[in-house]
């Protein structure tokens, strides 16, 4: 008996139109991303269209399609424009999420530049809604930041003082050549004719100037920087320090300055090697490691955010986390005074690992109190948690998502980024626990 087979016609045109919600299996996560999205408050989007003057809001797709669009491919691994506008045409779940359209690369990296602002809102409105949910306690969180690399390369940085020595050699060169130049007029009338007027700037002047005046500009950055940390370390502005050599205001010679993405910093990763990096901060919420905070900042140093971090959850959530837990990078006598003033059980490493030095100052009461609980027994048991918190939340962003670096520069731009990476995974995470 010959072998039967289901109908296989590929060239059959329907009868009528299908569903675009039968395309993918009712558990599919596009359908509770699209669904999640609708919910949302999207009117700043809206705003931003109407208030437009150049006409070019009257053909734009559709914000709630764009949003979809944008937290869906983000969720699986897609953050180029150029790869998202491509999997459009041949992804199934891009296609329902699209409803026919197919918006270009541009339209997709324009949208997502200009409302990075509204993606941090969206966020903490997911938040909320896991939140209510049951998928988020506030009985603990975990706070930890990783180095995530910049839209920038490291040897696009350069040192305050080669800085110094490289615009004094410019200047030098542009002397010399300029002198030649004036040296040469007569010369080069002859040589070019009459049309040639003799003052024109050489093209290797014109180079030379350009890469002068971006180098005067990184100075002027680092000098700007170091005045205002000079005035926050309460050296003021003006005069010499009595311990330091330097003026106030004036960089050391190995600050530096990267030419791509200047606020970036070079920061030492997990692997050991020197990146221009962020500082990119979570706090995630021990029940379902839903992330309930992010931030980015500039600055290595994780000790500087530990309070905004906390102070962030109570924003975004309207009340405090009981405990807190995180590394010795944010211990500090400042940092844990103001935990106890805000009623917050901080678990924070005083040593590597879960190792608590023997010995702290007397003049530090609050780093001998947290000393005390981390050597009880149950403070060693909170603290051992915090790996299990906060540490996967990292892998599944870098693995699982492959998000290893941000595409946009500048430190408010990566912080939108940053909120949409998160925001992606935390919609994949209530997928997971509320649909099944």
């Not at 569903?19 to 949302?40: G, Q, Y």
């Not at 953050?79 to 270009?104: H, K, M, T």
């Not at 990763?269 to 919420?285: I, P």
Request: charged share 30%; proline share 4%; net charge positive.
């Amino acid at each position: 008996m010959a072998q039967t087979f289901h109908p296989y016609e590929p060239d059959q045109p329907l009868l009528f139109p299908p569903s675009l919600r039968d395309w993918l299996p009712d558990e599919h996560p596009a359908h509770f991303i699209s669904d999640t999205v609708d919910e949302l408050d999207l009117s700043a989007f809206h705003r931003k269209y109407e208030e437009r003057e150049d006409g070019r809001g009257q053909l734009a797709y559709h914000p709630a399609l764009m949003v979809k669009l944008l937290i869906y491919s983000y969720s699986v691994g897609l953050f180029s424009s150029r790869r998202i506008a491509s999997a459009i045409e041949d992804q199934v779940a891009l296609r329902y999420l699209a409803a026919g359209n197919f918006p270009s690369h541009r339209t997709i990296a324009r949208f997502r530049l200009e409302h990075l602002g509204e993606f941090q809102r969206l966020f903490v409105e997911v938040v909320r809604i896991a939140q209510a949910s049951g998928l988020v306690k506030l009985g603990t969180i975990a706070v930890d930041g990783t180095k995530q690399k910049a839209n920038a390369s490291k040897h696009k940085a350069m040192s305050y003082g080669r800085m110094k020595e490289e615009a004094r050699r410019l200047k030098d060169e542009i002397r010399q050549i300029t002198d030649l130049a004036r040296s040469t007029d007569e010369a080069e009338d002859a040589q070019f004719g009459p049309d040639f007027r003799g003052d024109e700037l050489p093209a290797e002047l014109r180079r030379r100037k350009d890469r002068l005046a971006t180098i005067r500009a990184a100075k002027k950055r680092l000098e700007d920087e170091q005045a205002e940390e000079d005035e926050r370390s309460g050296r003021g502005t003006s005069g010499r320090s009595e311990t330091l050599k330097r003026p106030n205001g004036q960089p050391k010679d190995k600050a530096q300055s990267n030419f791509t993405d200047p606020e970036s910093r070079i920061m030492k990763t997990a692997s050991g090697a020197f990146e221009q990096c962020y500082n990119a901060q979570l706090a995630v919420d021990a029940e379902e490691r839903i992330v309930v905070a992010v931030d980015v900042t500039p600055c290595a140093a994780d000790s500087e955010s530990l309070l905004p971090m906390e102070a962030a959850v109570q924003t975004n959530l309207g009340e405090r986390a009981k405990a807190l837990l995180a590394d010795s990078g944010y211990r500090s006598e400042a940092n844990f005074l103001e935990l106890e003033r805000r009623g917050v059980k901080g678990y924070v490493s005083l040593g590597r690992g879960e190792s608590q030095p023997s010995f702290v100052r007397e003049d530090m009461a609050a780093t001998r109190r947290m000393s005390r609980r981390l050597k009880t027994k149950e403070g060693r048991r909170r603290y051992r948690e915090r790996k299990a918190i906060v540490e996967p939340v990292f892998g599944w962003i870098k693995q699982a998502l492959g998000f290893r670096g941000f595409l946009l520069r500048g430190v408010d731009k990566v912080k939108g980024e940053w909120a949409l990476v998160c925001m992606a995974l935390n919609l994949k995470r209530m997928n997971q626990k509320l649909t099944w």
